[in-house]
């Protein structure tokens, strides 16, 4: 379906792409009930729309965060010796400043990382303190959704931050030791 975003682009949207095709006795079997389906599907919009948003700038958000996290990208990747000095110092110029612009498109706060801080905290609050996951006892692909999200800045300032100042960590290590534990 061809639609208007925010910045009056037209976008192409696809109405049904967090809905799992299930028949009715497996998504009984997977979720439970009707809310249940729901609450998974709004928050897996949530991190794609919002929650991914914040990654870029949190992690350029000043030179030397941004400068650390290409140290990372290029530590981890196939880079040369002169290929790696120019991705580190040239790709983090330019991300540090396209941070500032997507800072300014998101109408983040002028401390980028207290929106981080608040996504993480009302994460926390949605899955509340009467079950592990938002899935429940196992997560489920809200839970993915943000943990894949999240996972990303691990190894950085941001994520330490983050696990600092926020109640996420111990969701965080939960979802992580669930996937180390799922069947291969």
């Known amino acids: 379906m061809k639609a208007v975003n925010d910045q009056g682009k037209e976008v192409t949207e696809f109405c049904n792409k967090y809905w799992l095709m299930l028949d009715e006795k ?55 010796t002169v290929e790696g000095a120019m991705a580190k110092y040239m790709g983090a110029a330019a991300m540090y400043f396209i941070s500032k612009r997507l800072k300014s498109r998101h109408h983040l706060q002028d401390d980028v990382r207290e929106d981080l801080y608040e996504a993480a905290n009302k994460w926390v ?44 960590q111990p969701w965080y290590l939960r979802v992580e030791k669930a996937i180390a534990e799922a069947p291969q």
């Open 26 to 80: 497996e998504a009984q079997r997977m979720y439970g009930g009707k809310e249940a389906r729901t609450e998974e599907m709004k928050w897996r919009q949530w991190a794609d729309d919002w929650l991914v948003h914040l990654i870029s700038p949190n992690v350029y958000r000043t030179p030397t965060e941004a400068l650390a996290s290409f140290d990372y990208i290029v530590k981890e990747g196939n880079f040369g």
């Open 125 to 168: 609050a949605a899955v509340g303190k009467d079950r592990p996951f938002m899935g429940g006892q196992r997560p489920n692909l809200a839970d993915l959704a943000v943990y894949g999200v999240l996972r990303v800045m691990e190894g950085l300032e941001a994520f330490d931050d983050l696990m600092r100042h926020t109640h996420i």
